[in-house]
């Protein structure tokens, strides 16, 4: 996992990976301004597509290093709008997609949450996978 100049290296285990942050989001006059939304990364973990191997199999999920979030200033800020009353939403968001070795995603903060899309072949190849297993018969 990267985010700027740093970065942290992890293990996971199941079909997917799942990243998870908290989002603060403003008003959409302060958006239309360019204000934009502010994050925590809280964790990255594995996950299972089938639900018996989610409950029964080892998982793994680590807290993400403060240094790829926008970190200290999160509760201050946090309080800070809850009492000056200019935020229009606070909650967790996730995004999650296929686990593939050499796969890379480039996961983004949009206004809703967030968002992430395959960057290399390898990421494309097993979306597309994932994307056909995933639609009904």
């Known amino acids: 996992m990267?985010?700027?100049?740093v970065s942290q290296r992890l293990d996971?285990?199941?079909d997917e990976w799942q990243l998870d942050a908290r989002v603060l989001r403003w008003p959409a006059s302060w958006q239309s301004m360019g204000i934009k939304p502010r994050y925590q990364l809280e964790r990255i973990s594995g996950r299972y597509r089938d639900i018996d191997q989610e409950i029964a199999g080892l998982r793994i999920a680590a807290a993400l290093d403060q240094h790829l979030t926008?970190?200290?200033w999160w509760a201050?800020?946090?309080r800070l709008a809850e009492n000056l009353k200019f935020?229009?939403?606070a909650h967790g968001s996730s995004a999650y997609h296929p686990l593939q070795d050499s796969a890379v995603y480039e996961v983004n903060l949009t206004n809703?949450?967030?968002i992430s899309r395959p960057v290399n072949e390898e990421a494309r190849a097993v979306l597309r996978d994932w994307l056909s297993d995933s639609v009904a018969p």
Not at 2 to 5: I, R, T
């Open 70 to 72: 926008q970190g200290d």
């Open 112 to 114: 809703s949450g967030l």
């Open 12 to 14: 996971l285990l199941g």
């Open 76 to 78: 201050w800020l946090g």
């Open 2 to 5: 990267q985010h700027g100049d």
């Open 87 to 89: 935020l229009d939403a």
